[in-house]
Each structure stands twice: as C-alpha cells, then as structure tokens.
C-alpha cells in the first residue's frame, strides 16, 4: 500500500489482498493495454478509478476476475471478485428476481438457507418486496441493484463494478453508490471491498480513496477531491 494511502483511509484492515505487481497484458501481439500496472488492495471500502476510453480500466476487471491471464508481472488475489457491468440487461438471466438470483448460490444448499440468502441479498440492495417480480417489469436502476444483490448472494468480497451508473437517471446513480458505500462500511457483516470505474467525476466524492489510470498504468491514491481538482 503506497504511503499516502493511509492518509486519506480510514478503512478495515482484511485478511484478504489483492496485488498487481508489473502487470502487463496486450489484446494484440506488441500493444500493451497494461503496461507494468501495479495496484494492492487489503483494506475494505470504496476505491474508484477514473482515466480516459482506452486506458486500460476494463481490461484490469478483467484480469483480476479471472477472465484473462496476464503476460508479465505477479498476480496474486485472495479475494472473491464479482464482476458488475454498466448494463445489468447483460448479466441478468432469469425471469424473476429470485430465480435470477438462484443463479448465484451454491448448488447444495438447502431450501431454507437459499431463502434466506436471497432475501438478505434483496433487502441489503432495497428490493426486500421484489422477489417475485418478474425483470422485464424493473426500471434500469432496480435492475442494476439486482445484479448487485447476484454478487452479495454469491458470497463474493471484492466487487468490481464496471461504470455502473453510466446508463442511469441522477437519483438511481445516487441510490446504487450509497447501496455500495453503506456495504462497503458495514461493520456487522463479512467487509466488502469495492473497486469502481466511474467517468462522472461527482462521483468520486463516495470514495475512500480514488485513482487514475492513464496509458495502462494506475497512479498513486489520493482522495476522491484530490483527483477531482486534477480534472477541472
Ligand atoms: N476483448 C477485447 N479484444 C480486443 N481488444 C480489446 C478487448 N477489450 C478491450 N480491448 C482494447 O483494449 C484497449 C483498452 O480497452 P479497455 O480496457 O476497454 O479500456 P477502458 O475500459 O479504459 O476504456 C482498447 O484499445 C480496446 O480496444
Ligand atoms: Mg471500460
């Protein structure tokens, strides 16, 4: 974790870590998309990252998902990723709300212990009365929500939510980062860490600590009003 880090969180120390050390990666034989990239994560809390199309940002999610390998560099990741993309309609899957979450558990759980996951997963993202909603009835932000409930129900820690709200009206993009920023920092639940790429830049004022990616290669950590006065 760089110096400064620890100056701008306040965050719980994890058991789990996540740690690029020299990552590189190319699409394409001799471009590299990540070019010596470096990034470690052992703490919970919101981390954003924010740099211009093509900088590398969805590629990074991933490789730290598992998607791809990387070419050079030391990959090391305790966490359990999920991965959360900016339109839900492309991971959402089964007709109603909980058969879609079926989808995320565990296949041998018993019929009790499957209710209750699905419930507590709809009721941490406000969907507590939705689970027989059938998912074409959702507005895009219900919809987003839902596919965050999929990541809680799956048990994953580390999520990686890719532009969530770029597809969002003003007050759904607010509910989807307090959802996130209150799971983030509950102190009675399994910590979840959150890794979020955002190009709407008031957003980074949820986060703990935000960085930029620029040429396939994160900079250092700084507050989310740090990277703010950068851009304007
Ligand atoms: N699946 C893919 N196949 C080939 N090239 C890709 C693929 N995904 C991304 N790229 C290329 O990698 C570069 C970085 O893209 P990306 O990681 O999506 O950047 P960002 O998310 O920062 O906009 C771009 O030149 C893009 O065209
Ligand atoms: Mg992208």
Known sequence: MKENQHEVLEVKSLSCFLELENISYGWKVGKKVLNRCNLSIS????WMLVGSNGSGKSTLFRLISGLITPQEGQFSCSFKPALMLQNPDHQLLLPSCSSDLLLSLPPNLDPMERHERINSAL?????????????????????????????????????????PTALLDPSSQRSILEIVRKITRQSNKTPITAIWITHRLEELTFCDAAAIMEQGRLGQWFSGHQVIQKFI
Request: glycine share 12%.
């Open 43 to 46: 703490s919970s809390g919101l």
């Open 123 to 163: 009721r941490q993202v406000g969907l507590e009365d939705m689970a027989d909603r059938p998912i074409h009835t959702l507005s895009g932000g219900q919809k987003q929500r839902l596919a965050l409930a999929g990541a809680l129900a799956s048990q994953a820690n580390l999520l990686l939510l890719d532009e």
